[in-house]
Nanobody
Framework: VQLQASGGGSVQAGGSLRLSCAASGSIFSFNVLGWYRQAPGKQRELVASISSGGRRNYSDSVKGRFSISRDNTNNTVWLQMNMLKPEDTAVYYC????????????WGPGTQVTVSS
């Protein structure tokens, strides 16, 4: 399984960015696609996730500003980020978690998001 992310960049506070991630390979139909982020000196944290059934989960810090969506046919996930804040600055990672016990997660390469004040 490979994950390819795109859409990072630099933006001023209050701006918007849209991240996308396409998964390819042998993918179990029942899975969760998500976005994590890691800021310098901090642990990686969940930003948002969406299951193959459409259930969404957001961290409190992004609720009301970020929106996650997916296309099950193409195994693609998007993260629409609005009203960005400097504290959103981080490397964002796409994640695929098959809903099979004892199965590893898959990670894409990170994409940098920088929000200036």
């Amino acid at each position: 399984v490979q994950l390819q992310a795109s859409g990072g960049g630099s933006v001023q506070a209050g701006g918007s960015l849209r991240l996308s991630c396409a998964a390819s390979g042998s993918i179990f139909s029942f899975n969760v696609l998500g976005w994590y982020r890691q800021a310098p000196g901090k642990q990686r944290e969940l930003v948002a996730s969406i299951s193959s059934g459409g259930r969404r989960n957001y961290s409190d810090s992004v609720k009301g500003r970020f929106s996650i969506s997916r296309d099950n046919t193409n195994n693609t996930v998007w993260l629409q980020m609005n009203m960005l804040k400097p504290e959103d600055t981080a490397v964002y990672y796409c994640n695929l978690r098959p809903l099979i016990p004892e199965t590893p997660n898959y990670w894409g390469p990170g994409t940098q998001v920088t929000v200036s004040s």
